[in-house]
């Protein structure tokens, strides 16, 4: 819808303008076809939990990978982990929801110790739109608990639930960023996944570019991702966790992410 209305304001300017030299214009001009290649900003933020959720019929999965792992603490041990799921429900008319299965444990008889998916856990989210607020275009509050079950050694993990508010806004002359935030708790957030704290972030997109920093507990992360738009629906993040090293657990987390529509919903 933005960049038919740049297109007809592209049209409609006058041509005898240019004819007669009218610089202002043909600038004006030439900086709305700038933006006609643009696309709609995504602001993403990485690694925490969002007010907004998948809609109905909305199957996602994500490939992670990290060259630190935080729960064995060992030095050179990295980690990897899978997860899928499904959106359901209507949260603009009702409540929706996601259900997610995450493989904890990705070893192959080439990386690790050749268990894959001997680890893993459930995750489940309610989500609710909301009116705007804060002059934004959209917001979201969700409730949610992360490793609610689970097999191999991530029962022993603690259960997180969590609520979340998200807000988005667009701006600028031609609305061409995009600007996310969230605010959370959650009871295993803090003390690497044991104790309760908040979390927060704050994301900046522009075209298929998205900036990102959050604060989960202690830890800081600053990321970055891009929606490929060679391959759409898919996005690459690239974030650097404890970005301070105040946990002495500074490490490189890397997504690749993938949804689309199933059929029938």
């Known amino acids: 819808m933005f960049q038919v209305k740049l297109l007809a304001a592209c049209i409609c300017l006058p ?3 240019f004819a007669s030299g009218n610089g202002a214009d043909f600038d004006k001009y030439v900086e709305e076809l700038s933006y006609l290649s643009l696309k709609d900003p995504k602001p993403a933020i990485a690694n925490i939990a969002s007010g907004f959720g998948a809609g109905a019929g909305v199957f996602y999965a994500a490939v992670s990978y990290s060259n630190f792992d935080t729960q064995t603490n060992v030095e050179d041990d990295d980690d990897g982990s899978i997860a899928f799921g ?3 429900g209507n949260a603009s008319t009702g409540v929706g929801g996601e259900i997610t299965v995450g493989i904890t444990s990705v070893s192959t008889s080439y990386w690790g110790d050749g268990k894959f998916a001997d680890e893993g856990n459930v995750s489940l989210k309610l989500h609710k739109q909301l009116p705007p607020f804060l002059d934004g275009d959209a917001a979201s509050v969700s409730l949610g608990a992360s490793n609610v079950a689970g097999w191999g050694s991530t029962v022993d993990n603690p259960v997180n639930v969590y609520t979340a508010l998200s807000g988005r806004k667009n701006f600028g002359k031609y609305k061409q960023y995009g600007l996310a935030y969230t605010i959370g708790l959650g009871s295993a957030v803090g003390k690497n996944e044991t104790k309760a704290d908040v979390f927060l972030g704050v994301g900046l997109g522009y075209d298929d570019w998205s ?3 959050s604060q989960i507990g202690e830890e800081s992360h600053i990321g ?5 738009p060679q391959l759409p629906n898919v996005a690459l993040s ?3 966790a404890d970005a301070f090293d105040r946990l002495n657990a500074r490490r490189i987390i890397t997504t690749l992410s993938y949804s689309f529509q199933l059929n029938g919903f």
Not at 224 to 228: D, G, Q, R, S
């Open 15 to 17: 041509v005898a303008s």
């Open 238 to 240: 690239v974030s650097q």
């Open 211 to 213: 900036m990102s920093f």
């Open 224 to 228: 970055a991702t891009y929606f490929i």
């Open 86 to 88: 499904v959106g359901l």
